[in-house]
């Protein structure tokens, strides 16, 4: 078992940044990838970026260049900073290990 708890998130403006954090618990050692999906009112669940066990990192196109997934294993946390946000990123986010184990979600609210 894995617990995640993530956090970070709150309303911010067109153009303006949030960082996110996921820290894990748990088996750890089990953690493969980690990362972010988010959910919009109304929508299906959308994959936002992974990082591997490896530092390997992967982003929707919808946040290529402006999201950055990173990871410091000394803390079993995993961040997502989120630069120029639009509107259209309002939605909860979700941190995941393995796409198994999943956090409860902080809400992102990107409004003027």
């Known amino acids: 078992q894995v617990q995640l708890v993530d956090s970070g998130g709150g309303l911010v403006q067109p153009g303006g940044s949030l960082r996110l954090s996921c820290a894990a618990s748990?088996?750890?050692?089990?953690?493969?990838?980690m990362g972010w999906f988010r959910q919009a009112p109304g929508k299906q669940r959308e994959w936002v970026a992974d990082i591997l066990r490896g530092a390997v990192t992967n982003y929707s196109d919808s946040v290529k260049g402006r999201f950055t997934i990173s990871r410091d294993n000394a803390k079993n946390t995993v961040y997502l900073q989120m630069n120029s946000l639009r509107p259209e990123a309002t939605a909860v986010y979700y941190c995941?290990?393995?796409?198994?184990?999943w956090g409860q979600g902080t809400q992102v609210t990107v409004s003027s």
């Open positions: 748990g088996r750890i050692s089990s953690i493969f990838v």
């Open positions: 995941h290990t393995n796409r198994q184990f």
